[in-house]
């Protein structure tokens, strides 16, 4: 099968790639053309996911074509931005069709559920890797961003954390486990649902924001450098699920701090919108807050300060 024909069959004819609002042209040219009505800005974010890195080896390629647009996705949620369309450079060892309809399967199902568009993008032969770009629109001056946050804020996470990185044992295979608890880890591993609504609303309203995907220790102190203040996490607040709990006991903590794979939002936001947020939100919940200093802060129920064992996944850094 060639490059072209693969193109056709499996992504130029699949649901995702069909004409969609603010898309003037899609796939078939040599570029796309995204429409963007006055007043509104484009936000784009790349990712790049690799065989044996982001995902194990011979995983199920519908799983995958979720996950990969998923991961993606959340990026334009942390900016507040509504998801206009995608392009995808896939690289492929060999061109089998099964593995490609259930990619493209995975890949729209997701797509779908984030009412985003695939226009374009490249394949070729080599090791298997993702390549995606997603862009999304907002009004002009309305993004969040990670430099904004002031002492006096309060820091907010969208949901539970820890779930992905409970997952990892189950899906590497190093541990067994099977019922609901089993099944809600490998479901908010595989098919993570970028927080696009909280996103949108926190327009205005937040200070500053981003999604957790390499620890929440880790990701907090991007917001800390971005905005020049001391992120304070209480240990107590940080909210773990029940299955968490009951498949990772006591590693349920240390994946909530610095496991990532959460893709919730973390966000700073004044006090006094706390009730707006917890009456639209209640699934929001409030795990420290912002002060004057550097850097991220845990805290024990008595307000001392601990040692977290790490704090979160770096490429090209030596994992412990």
Do not use: K, N
């Amino acid at each position: 099968m060639g490059e072209f024909e693969l193109i056709r069959r499996y992504f130029a004819a699949a649901p995702c790639a069909q004409a969609a609002e603010g898309v003037a042209l899609g796939i078939g040219d040599d570029c796309a053309l995204l429409q963007l009505p006055p007043g509104q800005q484009l936000a784009l974010s790349t990712d790049t996911l690799v065989d044996g890195v982001h995902f194990p080896y011979s995983c199920d390629p519908f799983l995958l074509g979720q996950r990969a647009l998923a991961v993606s996705v959340s990026d334009l949620a942390a900016m507040g931005a509504e998801p206009l369309a995608f392009t995808l450079a896939l690289t492929l060892p060999t061109a089998e069709p099964a593995w490609l309809e259930g990619f493209a399967r995975g890949l729209s199902q997701m797509a779908g559920q984030c009412r985003i568009a695939l226009v374009g993008g490249d394949t070729t032969r080599g090791p298997l890797s993702l390549t995606l770009t997603v862009f999304g629109r907002l009004p002009s001056g309305q993004a969040l961003t990670r430099s904004g946050a002031r002492a006096g804020d309060l820091l907010c996470v969208g949901g539970s954390l820890g779930d992905g990185a409970g997952a990892l044992p189950l899906v590497l295979g190093a541990q067994q486990g099977q019922g609901e608890s089993a099944d809600y880890l490998l479901q908010r591993y595989w098919a993570p649902q970028p927080q696009l609504a909280l996103g949108q609303w926190l327009r205005g309203r937040a200070t500053a924001a981003l999604d957790i995907s390499d620890g929440l220790l880790a990701d907090c102190g991007h917001i800390a450098a971005a905005s020049g203040v001391e992120l304070q996490i209480e240990r107590d607040c940080v909210p773990l699920s029940p299955a968490l709990r009951d498949l990772a006991g006591e590693r349920a903590l240390d994946c909530a701090l610095a496991g990532g794979d959460d893709y919730r939002l973390a966000f700073t936001l004044p006090g006094e919108l706390l009730p707006a947020l917890r009456a639209q939100w209640p699934e929001a919940v409030v795990i420290g807050r912002v002060v004057a200093g550097q850097g991220v802060q845990l805290l024990d129920g008595a307000g001392r300060r601990l040692q977290p064992p790490r704090v979160g996944y770096q490429h090209f850094a030596q994992q412990t």
